[in-house]
């Protein structure tokens, strides 16, 4: 929305103006009215005015004075000029002063709309072109200072395109700091949060840093931090970042991590400190929030003593099999704490920790139910859930979810032998495809479809619509990655005729589309 300012002495003139409905029509605001020129200089002196309509005769300074007064300053005003007299004179003066209309009185209600719409179309285009070049040299800037940190720039490009991009080359000495934000997973959110990280941070360390600081392609902030800002305080470059996190989180709400590479004193030797910074966000799941980590402390901890990742598998396994569930989610959540915070343990260790235990809860269901192909916990449908998980709370809760469904399922396996079950699981299992429901089968095998349903979840653990889809997902991943047949012509045969309901039920199963699995 674009503001106007009236400037007439004419107070009837002026309230017929602003109570005129064409301002919302085109969504321009009307500040108010100013009397005079000293008036309308004192208005916009306060307020940003966009969009000025001046009579030219007034007392004190009047309209042609305005005018010059508003050009010597360089304010980038659009100005329409109203008046009472068709004084050739005053249309010459406001020509060269590059007004947009000479406008007389009376006023012409559609003349003066159709002015008003060509001065704000004006406004738009020079928006567009400014937004448009400053959006250029932010684009020339992130992409020049991260092939900087990429080290895919060399020495005669870099010493040309620094000064470009507004880029201090005299640092002695500094280091590569990434912020990068946890609670947001929509990158549009996520860059308005790193926008909101770099303006604090240049509240914190000068507006220079806004030209030492970009975003990469994870939307993470990175910042070129000189050693020169810290030698000065008594607060290491550690203990004023943690600082500055715990003031950046209270306002923003954000949940961050920041981690610092180690310090450099050539500026060709960036991408070391670069690199070390983003392998360090690989403890991001399991450091809790708003955590700071650099290099020193991962190797302090690592030479404190080594440290071996032991989950107690053979209790946990014991619980399951005697179907102790709240035991062994016990044993687990406890295994986890110890875990979790720990910088003696590495991603990879944990990660490797969180496979072992899912493949062998797998394999104990696999090895106990009857027909464990219907049963959601083949290691490969936990691998392909665990493969999509980045967060540590995604990854214990699918271990816990895991842990549950096992003991559910194992809790029935003793009864698990009803003759007419193993018939419509044998029978379901070679015809798949076809139009089967809880209702046709009972047809089938003469049993009432409310009890058959009833009867199939309490032996099999599962409901028959969970069954059949998995059967079906099943056979479908067998056709994505043996066969070249298009996706539609899978999802009907495997049973599926409309393919977005296909779609649907196997991302659902499976984490990712077909196409995206084939």
């Not at 400037?7 to 969504?27: H, K, N, T, Y």
Request: some cysteine.
């Amino acid at each position: 929305m674009y503001n106007v300012l009236i400037v007439d002495d004419e107070p009837i003139v002026a309230e017929a103006l602003i109570i005129s409905p064409i301002w919302d029509d085109l969504g321009l605001e009307v500040l108010g009215n100013a009397y005079s020129g000293l008036d309308a200089l004192d208005w916009m002196d306060k307020y940003p005015v966009d969009i000025l309509i001046t009579d030219i005769r007034m007392p004190q300074m009047d309209g042609i004075e305005l005018i010059q007064h508003i050009r010597e300053k360089g304010l980038h005003v659009k100005i329409v000029i109203l008046s009472g007299h068709d004084d050739f004179s005053y249309v010459k003066e406001a020509i060269k002063l590059g007004v947009e209309n000479y406008l007389l009185k009376p006023l012409d209600k559609s003349e003066l709309l159709a002015t008003l719409t060509g001065v704000v179309d004006k406004l738009q285009a020079d928006s567009n072109r400014q937004i448009n070049m400053n959006e250029q040299m932010n684009a020339f800037r992130e992409s020049f200072l991260l092939r900087w940190v990429t080290n895919s720039v060399n020495k005669t490009e870099f010493r040309e395109k620094a000064e470009i991009a507004r880029f201090d080359t005299n640092i002695d000495e500094y280091r590569i700091v990434l912020f990068k934000i946890l609670n947001l997973d929509n990158n549009l959110e996520k860059h308005r949060g790193a926008l909101a990280i770099q303006e604090f941070l240049s509240q914190q360390f000068g507006a220079t840093l806004k030209d030492l600081s970009f975003f990469d392609s994870s939307y993470d902030l990175v910042a070129v931090l000189p050693e020169r800002y810290f030698k000065c305080e008594d607060l290491s470059l550690q203990d004023r970042l943690s600082s500055i996190l715990t003031l950046l989180t209270a306002q923003t709400e954000l949940q961050l991590l920041c981690t610092i590479g180690q310090i450099e004193s050539d500026l060709f030797t960036a991408y070391r400190s670069y690199n070390t910074a983003k392998e360090l966000q690989g403890y991001a799941f399991l450091l809790p929030p708003n955590s700071l980590i650099t290099s020193d402390d991962i190797e302090k901890n690592r030479n404190d003593g080594e440290w071996y990742l032991d989950l107690p598998l053979e209790q946990i396994n014991n619980f399951i099999l005697s179907n102790k569930k709240e035991e062994c989610l016990e044993i687990t959540r406890i295994a986890f704490t110890k875990i979790h915070g720990n910088s003696q343990i590495t991603p990879v260790m944990f990660k490797n920790a969180i496979l072992e235990l899912l493949f062998q809860v797998s394999n104990t269901v696999k090895n106990t139910i009857i027909h464990p192909e219907c049963i959601p916990l083949s290691f490969r449908n936990l691998y392909h859930r665990f493969a999509v998980s980045d967060k540590y709370e995604d990854l214990i809760g699918l271990v816990y979810e895991t842990i549950r469904t096992a003991c559910d399922l194992l809790s029935v396996r003793d009864n698990a032998t009803n003759a007419t079950i193993k018939q419509i699981l044998d029978y379901v299992k070679e015809n798949s495809e076809q139009d089967l429901s809880l209702k046709t089968l009972s047809f089938q095998f003469n049993v009432n479809a409310s009890y058959l349903g009833q009867l199939f979840r309490k032996e099999t653990g599962i409901l028959f619509s969970s069954y059949l889809n998995h059967l079906r997902i099943e056979k479908a991943k067998e056709l994505l990655i043996h066969t070249d047949m298009k996706v539609t012509d899978i999802s009907a045969k495997v049973g599926y005729l409309e393919p977005s309901h296909f779609y649907k039920i196997f991302k659902k199963a499976t984490g990712v589309s077909p196409a995206q699995y084939k």
